[in-house]
């Protein structure tokens, strides 16, 4: 089966790439491993915990016991399903603050400073937020809308913020990041709004776009020109252009690393050929941790009320006839970005605000109504790495994040906690709070440490293990084309080229290195760069701690 480009992965870059090549004229075959996205466990926004949590849409990745962390195996949900990770995640929309992407680009990653990807987050955004913003796109195919913040206790979080001395926000994915505020969610209609709905099926119902569903086990190659895709089963896909991996910041180093790209003394081990020895391939893992500060409340206003058979019945009732009620929200309805400490650049934590006390996996606090805050810095000193665990394409790589290893994680992780407190102090949340629920316990370091280490979990940010940089650069793994260095007709577009971990989820980025990437490989001139500067003030309270 032969095509101009063979894209692996169907997730938040592959599925833009493929819109986006299809667009031009090409033919293109998308190879997804997962099935279909039909069914109200992906679709119904209030129903996000589930598809993470069911094999049949996630690749049941779990990390190396992280030392740091009590040992624990940590979980590293992936999307094995058409839209990849954007059809399991919290819908929750970030586009990362300016500085990330300058830091991109003073890293080696040329033409990727926040003025290079304003453009491109404008091209792929139709939003929905109420008032004509030019910071904003309204034209494009990723639906995005303003929550409505329908819980008085998501007003009074943002309230509390500014009680605290922290600014509110407008918008956070404008001109100013740093504050309280609405969050944005992918969802339309009252549904989830991936980007198999965005970009993928819109592509394969207009263009020469042919999705098959198969495991890709390597790239095939001339010498060191990619010439297709090696299928489990033994059929192989041609590609008259370019090989572009999309397969996420998990498997596109493990291909990489089967097709004898990587660090050459880990592929010898395995007995793989090295094709181009790239030690950087699997190295530079990152990610966020976040932990839930939970309280129980005063009042049962709380969406704890539909916490049972009953309830959850009534709501995916209505969202099944009408599209509408708790069920077409994420409930992650309130945010904040806040500095932890004078002389901070730009804010390093980050708040998702929840009206119930729950955990990802759907157990409810024992204390019956509730709220919680996820909470966590955003930088992160500690790198990890995406290594081989046997030569069989089969089997799942080992990934050992190697989180909290840094000593600046721990003093982040204390600031954070104790701000995060004095949040829920401020008079609009505190008539609310019976109680703290967790952590529950003191305030000195080693309380925070020892929580911190039991509880903390992964807010499934995993990036940056094919970093973009300077083709000089000896841990880069692309060029600021996205080509695989040291090949030809190969490329990386996904969360795995970031070289550092943006502000935020992390869902956007990688949907804009598709679009931009797209454009790389078509050969086209850049959009035009956006110089404005993004709201940036040293003063408020959140930098004068």
């Known amino acids: 089966m032969k095509a101009d480009y063979i894209i692996v992965g169907s997730g938040s870059a592959g599925s833009a790439l493929a819109y986006r090549l299809g667009e031009a004229g090409h033919s293109v075959i998308v190879v ?23 094999r049949r849409y996630d690749w049941g990745f779990t990390s ?54 304003l453009p491109y987050y404008r091209r792929m955004e139709h939003w929905h937020g109420g008032t004509a913003s030019d910071w904003r796109g ?27 001395g922290y600014p509110v926000t407008p918008d956070y994915n404008g001109h100013q990041q740093e504050g309280f505020g609405a969050f944005d969610m992918t969802v339309h209609r009252g549904r989830r709004w991936s980007v198999a709905s965005a970009y993928l099926k819109p592509a394969l119902e207009r263009f020469n776009l042919r999705l098959l569903r ?26 008259r252009r370019e090989v572009i991996l999309c397969a996420s910041s998990i498997n596109t180093p493990k291909l990489l690393m089967h097709s004898g790209i990587g660090p050459a003394e880990q592929l010898v081990n395995h007995g793989i050929e090295v094709r181009v020895n790239r030690p950087g391939v699997g190295q530079n893992l990152q990610d966020h941790l976040e932990v ?93 790495e995406v290594t081989l665990a046997s030569p069989d394409p089969g089997d799942d790589p080992k990934i050992a994040f190697n989180y909290m290893s840094h000593e600046d994680d721990w003093h982040a992780w204390r600031r954070a906690i104790r701000l995060t407190r004095e949040v829920f102090r401020q008079p609009a949340m505190a008539e609310h709070v019976k109680h703290e629920i967790q952590p529950g316990g ?48 190969l490329r990386v577009a996904d969360s795995s080229i970031f070289p550092r971990i943006t502000n935020g989820n992390t869902n956007a980025p990688s949907i804009m290195v598709g679009e931009k990437a797209a454009d790389h490989i078509l050969g086209r001139t850049p959009l035009a760069r956006d110089e404005r500067e993004p709201w940036v003030h040293p003063d408020w309270k959140s930098a004068q701690r």
Request: aromatic share 10%; net charge negative.
């Open 32 to 54: 997804e491993y997962g099935g279909s996205d039909a069914g109200p466990f992906i679709q119904m926004p209030g129903a996000l915990s589930y598809p993470m949590n069911m």
């Open 64 to 117: 190396e016991p992280e030392p740091h962390l009590d040992n624990r195996r940590m979980a590293v949900p992936r999307g094995k399903v058409i839209g990849g990770s954007s059809s399991v995640n919290g819908m929750v929309y970030v586009r990362g603050h300016a500085r990330d992407f300058d830091h991109w680009a003073e890293a080696g990653a040329a033409g990727w400073s926040f003025a290079d990807v």
């Open 214 to 239: 198969g495991m890709a086990q390597r790239v095939t190659f001339d010498g060191t020109r990619a010439t297709g895709v090696e299928m489990a089963g033994g059929e192989d896909l041609q590609a």
């Open 138 to 164: 309204e034209n494009g195919p990723l639906h995005i809308r303003r929550a409505r913040q329908w819980n008085p206790l998501m007003h009074a979080f943002v309230e509390a913020g500014r009680e605290a």
């Open 442 to 489: 003191g305030d000195s370091d080693d309380e925070i440490d020892a929580f911190v280490r039991e509880h903390a979990e992964s807010a499934y940010h995993p990036c940056g293990t094919a970093r973009m940089g300077a083709v000089d650069d000896p841990g880069a793994v692309v060029d600021p084309q996205c080509r695989v260095i040291g090949t030809q007709g």
């Open 292 to 384: 839930y500060v939970q309280y129980a409340a005063r009042k049962p206003i709380t969406l704890y009320r539909y916490w049972n058979l009953l309830g959850k019945a009534l709501v995916g009732a209505q969202w099944l006839f009408t599209k509408t009620g708790h069920g077409a929200s994420n409930q992650f309805e309130s945010c904040a970005f806040i500095r932890s400490r004078a002389g901070v650049d730009y804010p390093d934590i980050q708040f998702h605000f929840l009206p119930i006390a729950v955990r990802y996996d759907g157990t409810a606090s024992a204390e019956g109504h509730g709220f919680q805050a996820h909470v966590g810095p955003m930088r992160s000193k500690a790198r990890g």
